[in-house]
């Protein structure tokens, strides 16, 4: 399958009378899901971690910071849920205090902590994998486990010598290359790029992404998450947002909350809206009004992705241990691909993508339409001309709210577009378009997988992508 997403102009030849607008998830209504109130946390619960669903058996599994209660430092909690809503910590057989078994699952003085459960790995024992600062230099260190309980090192730690100060990101891409987002050292808040092809060899980290001439002086990035979507990498980049009167040379006073980012390359990050919130600070007294941290990779579910984190009510410096619990879990909600729309008012609105092709003749608008609007799509060859059969006169009107709209003409049959370079022209009013995709219904439906347009003559994209 291939989409076009709207993240930014790229796809796009002519635009007219469309605006852009990002869509942040919507936070799961009530109570956190999750408080910092046992006490082998010592009222810790940070997301340098990770939430993800098992594909094997649909169970959802978090792994997040706490405090070792037997004073060892930094420990990873375990948590497990049938539902993704209701969620327990049982004694996990692997770390005890005072005698009773905990939900610790690994005590070694993790920071930064990223988990991925690798579909692709054929070992068993390597099914899981973590990534991790470890102490005392809190150095990156790689560990592997069967379960995602019972951990192992994956050969000689650390594997990068740069301190995790903040979250790792990790990912497998692809082409089967594992990824790993980091600080390129201690203090330096920004993100840099470290690579390997058997998780235990990797790259020197590269910076990706730093602060733009329009922050404010006192944005730093914290770190970064990252996951593959199609032929992007996205992630939530954590801001930083420091105290103007903090002169500490690590300014450790702020508050934290992401913004959403994306690549096609893995090297030129760009943020999709600079300065908007993807999951917002709660209002003063809410138990989500200082920090925000999201789990390092999203949950795909069939209409639905959930974007899990952990928020504190106090400010980054004044995390106390102890106490009334300051951290919770919750989690906030998107539509499949409703990152960032293109808008249609009153005025029709009118785009020109540029020449791209499609292995499958169905074609598919992932859009909102108000009473009253419409979207119609023409199909035009590669000099902007109609399709004979697919032209505006031809196509059929989409209205309503649906992910996958289906593309029709009363003259003209898809399958005839079958691997045919094509451009699209939409009309639109009174709506908001997300993305639109080329590919069957049950692609359609696994909208986390799919390639984006190379922009080169068919032939040569097929050569690049190993097609046909």
Same mark, same amino acid.
């Given at each position: 399958?291939?989409?076009?997403?709207?993240?930014?102009?790229?796809?796009?030849?002519?635009?007219?009378?469309?605006?852009?607008?990002?869509?942040?998830?919507?936070?799961?209504?009530?109570?956190?899901?999750?408080?910092?109130?046992?006490?082998?946390?010592?009222?810790?619960?940070?997301?340098?971690?990770?939430?993800?669903?098992?594909?094997?058996?649909?169970?959802?599994?978090?792994? $997040?910071?706490? @405090?070792?209660?037997?004073?060892?430092?930094?420990?990873?909690?375990?948590?497990?849920?049938?539902?993704?809503?209701?969620?327990?910590?049982?004694?996990?057989?692997?770390?005890?205090?005072?005698?009773?078994?905990?939900?610790?699952?690994?005590?070694?003085?993790?920071?930064?902590?990223?988990?991925?459960?690798?579909? !692709?790995?054929?070992?068993?024992?390597?099914? $899981?994998?973590?990534?991790?600062?470890?102490?005392?230099?809190?150095?990156?260190?790689?560990?592997?486990?069967?379960?995602?309980?019972?951990?192992?090192?994956?050969?000689?730690?650390?594997?990068?010598?740069?301190?995790?100060?903040?979250?790792?990101?990790?990912?497998?891409?692809?082409?089967?290359?594992?990824?790993?987002?980091?600080?390129?050292?201690?203090?330096?808040?920004? *993100?840099?790029?470290?690579?390997?092809?058997?998780?235990?060899?990797?790259?020197?980290?590269? *910076?990706?992404?730093?602060?733009?001439?329009?922050?404010?002086?006192?944005? !730093?990035?914290?770190?970064?998450?990252?996951?593959?979507?199609?032929?992007?990498?996205?992630?939530?980049?954590?801001?930083?947002?420091?105290?103007?009167?903090?002169?500490?040379?690590?300014?450790?006073?702020?508050?934290? %909350?992401?913004?959403?980012?994306?690549?096609?390359?893995?090297?030129?990050?760009?943020?999709?809206?600079?300065?908007?919130?993807?999951?917002?600070?709660?209002?003063?007294?809410?138990?989500?009004?200082?920090?925000?941290?999201?789990?390092?990779?999203?949950?795909?579910?069939?209409?639905?992705?959930?974007?899990?984190?952990?928020?504190?009510?106090?400010?980054?410096?004044?995390?106390?241990?102890?106490?009334?619990?300051?951290?919770?879990?919750? $989690?906030?909600?998107?539509?499949?691909?409703?990152?960032?729309?293109?808008?249609?008012? !009153?005025?029709?609105?009118?785009?020109?993508?540029?020449? %791209?092709?499609?292995?499958?003749?169905?074609? @598919?608008?992932?859009?909102?339409?108000?009473?009253?609007?419409?979207?119609?799509?023409?199909?035009?060859?590669?000099?902007?001309?109609? *399709?004979?059969? @697919?032209?505006?006169?031809?196509? !059929?009107?989409?209205?309503?709210?649906?992910?996958?709209?289906?593309?029709?003409?009363?003259?003209?049959?898809?399958?005839?577009?079958?691997?045919?370079?094509?451009?699209?022209?939409?009309?639109?009013?009174?709506?908001?378009?997300?993305?639109?995709?080329?590919?069957?219904?049950?692609?359609?439906?696994?909208?986390?997988? @799919?390639?984006?347009?190379?922009?080169?003559?068919?032939?040569?994209?097929?050569?690049? *992508?190993?097609?046909?």
């Amino acid at each position: 399958m291939i989409k076009l997403m709207f993240l930014d102009y790229r796809d796009l030849e002519v635009v007219t009378a469309f605006t852009r607008q990002a869509h942040p998830p919507i936070k799961h209504a009530g109570d956190p899901l999750l408080r910092s109130d046992l006490p082998t946390e010592d009222n810790l619960m940070s997301m340098f971690g990770t939430v993800i669903r098992r594909p094997t058996d649909g169970l959802w599994q978090y792994w $997040y910071k706490c @405090f070792n209660p037997n004073e060892k430092g930094p420990a990873l909690g375990y948590a497990q849920s049938r539902d993704g809503v209701k969620w327990e910590r049982p004694g996990m057989g692997v770390v005890s205090f005072k005698g009773q078994d905990t939900h610790i699952v690994f005590d070694a003085g993790p920071h930064g902590t990223a988990v991925i459960y690798d579909e !692709q790995e054929t070992r068993p024992a390597w099914r $899981y994998k973590m990534v991790h600062g470890s102490n005392p230099t809190k150095r990156i260190s790689a560990h592997r486990s069967p379960d995602g309980i019972h951990w192992t090192a994956a050969g000689e730690n650390p594997v990068v010598c740069a301190t995790a100060g903040g979250p790792l990101g990790l990912m497998r891409a692809q082409d089967g290359r594992y990824v790993m987002y980091i600080r390129p050292c201690k203090g330096d808040r920004r *993100v840099a790029r470290a690579e390997s092809w058997d998780f235990i060899h990797w790259t020197e980290p590269v *910076v990706v992404i730093d602060q733009d001439p329009i922050d404010p002086v006192q944005v !730093q990035f914290y770190g970064m998450d990252a996951w593959p979507y199609g032929g992007y990498e996205m992630g939530l980049l954590w801001i930083y947002d420091t105290d103007a009167d903090d002169l500490a040379f690590h300014k450790p006073r702020g508050r934290m %909350f992401p913004e959403l980012a994306y690549t096609r390359s893995g090297y030129a990050w760009h943020r999709a809206s600079v300065g908007t919130r993807w999951i917002d600070l709660g209002a003063p007294g809410t138990w989500d009004h200082a920090q925000i941290h999201p789990s390092s990779l999203p949950v795909y579910l069939d209409d639905e992705v959930r974007w899990y984190y952990t928020a504190c009510s106090v400010p980054h410096e004044f995390v106390a241990r102890g106490g009334e619990p300051t951290w919770a879990f919750g $989690y906030a909600s998107s539509r499949p691909d409703r990152y960032i729309s293109l808008n249609a008012g !009153q005025q029709e609105a009118q785009l020109l993508t540029r020449p %791209f092709w499609s292995e499958v003749g169905e074609f @598919f608008a992932n859009a909102q339409i108000d009473r009253g609007g419409y979207v119609k799509v023409e199909v035009t060859d590669t000099a902007g001309a109609a *399709v004979e059969g @697919f032209s505006l006169a031809d196509a !059929q009107t989409l209205q309503g709210d649906d992910l996958r709209h289906r593309l029709a003409w009363s003259k003209g049959k898809p399958a005839a577009l079958a691997n045919k370079q094509i451009r699209l022209r939409i009309r639109a009013k009174n709506a908001k378009l997300f993305s639109l995709a080329g590919g069957t219904e049950a692609q359609a439906k696994q909208y986390w997988r @799919f390639r984006i347009p190379h922009f080169m003559p068919m032939d040569e994209e097929k050569a690049l *992508v190993g097609i046909g």
